[in-house]
């Protein structure tokens, strides 16, 4: 299988505009006990018998639970060609990662690795977060990709990989429903979706998640700014703001059209139900990335493509792509230095490699890691082939708190309780109760 390297370059190319990760992009169960058979490990120097157990424990206190199973799995071969025992905590979906982190740190729980989306969510970690300029993988991450959690000429974290979002689309459904031409306009996509509905198919699966609708839907008319770091800064210091912005009155049509055409339970659907809803064939088109590719698998095999998400009929449309988030080694734990250890095996065996590709369905943040398109899924591939034209990821240069805000604002409007010129001000009013003027 043709290696993807011009892919992953394309993505290098685009980066480096990107924000931080997602802190919810996820479903599934949490847990430290890994439940399925572990998978078959491609490291041919690996010994047939174990390691000796050694008395040492790594705490992992992350966020994507689609990768759960699978970092458990992972985390049992560790400790058989180590001995060093990981312990996975996964929190994500609906829970508030950045609150229950907090929340372990000053129960004297200390893990030894956690996430963080870099910039203003990774500013509250400054004391913890351990320098990773000098290992030896450092070398072989994608400059953007590393730029969130670089602080004064310091990487703070490993990146996890790249992810990309857009509207994922169902193509069997839609050439049942006779478009044979994709949309790449606002007015081409409420036509499909409407071809869609006559043709007795849901439109969009959406979701009622705060993240979902407060990170990504939200990012889009962020990213979509002729500077969106100058309109960032200037709705912290009061000299922008969404409901005067054009960019933000041609957003809030596309948010319309997503919200008319989904499923008539939107305001009860939770993350995993929005994807498997996709998944079983339910709905023909879903505003997520290529990180549900491993949920979608689990139930069938469909056939997809990914659309640039339009607002407007400029025919300008894009996809949002950026480093999903970090692994902080922290300095405060005594293990940190076997931490860090964890971390390289990860990205540099042939064990760690394969899970991230194979099993976890990730787009590398390194170099040195080439996978397959067989190896990240037909989302991957989609991401990777418009990465060179795709916007960044910005919610993360707010602090936290502010897309919390924007979520429950995003759910008020979604339930209909208040109007556009409402929401436009709730979002800023949730920058402004956060961010110090």
Known sequence: MKKLSILLAAAILTLTAAGCGNNGNNNGNSGSEATNKPAESANATTEATEAPKKDVTIKVFQFKV?????????????????????????????????????????????????????????????????????????????????????????????????????????????????????????????????????????????????????????????????????????????????????VFKKWINYVDVVFKYSQKDKLTTDYATQVANFASGKAAMIQQGNWIQGDVDKVAKLNVGLLPIPIDDSGNAHIYTGPANFWIVNSKSKNAEEAKKFLAWMVTSDTGKTYLTKEFKFIPALTSIKPTADEIGQMGVAVSEQAATAGGWHWGRYPDGVPQGWGAAMQEYQGGSIDKDQLLDKLEKAIQEIVEK
């Open 66 to 246: 689609e990768i759960a199973d699978a970092l458990n799995r992972m985390a049992e071969e560790y400790e058989k060609e180590t001995g060093v025992k990981v312990q996975v905590e996964t929190h994500g979906g609906g829970e508030d990662y950045n609150a229950l982190l907090k929340a372990e740190i000053a129960s004297g729980s200390e893990p030894e690795i956690f996430n963080s989306e870099g910039y203003a969510a990774l500013e509250a970690y400054y004391d913890r977060a351990t320098d990773l300029s000098g290992e030896a993988w450092a070398k072989d991450v994608i400059p953007a990709a590393a730029g969130p959690a670089q602080v004064d000429g310091k990487l703070l974290g490993m990146p996890m990989n790249i992810e990309g979002y857009g509207i994922f689309y169902n193509k069997d459904l839609f050439e049942k429903a006779g478009i044979t031409t994709l949309p790449k306009t606002l007015t081409e996509l409420e036509a499909a979706a409407k071809k869609l509905q006559d043709a007795g198919i849901t439109p969009f699966s959406t979701t009622n998640e705060w993240w979902s609708i407060g990170h990504h839907t939200i990012n889009v008319g962020l990213a979509e700014q002729p500077d969106p770091i100058a309109f960032i800064n200037g709705t912290k210091d009061g000299s922008a703001n969404f409901k005067d912005n054009d």
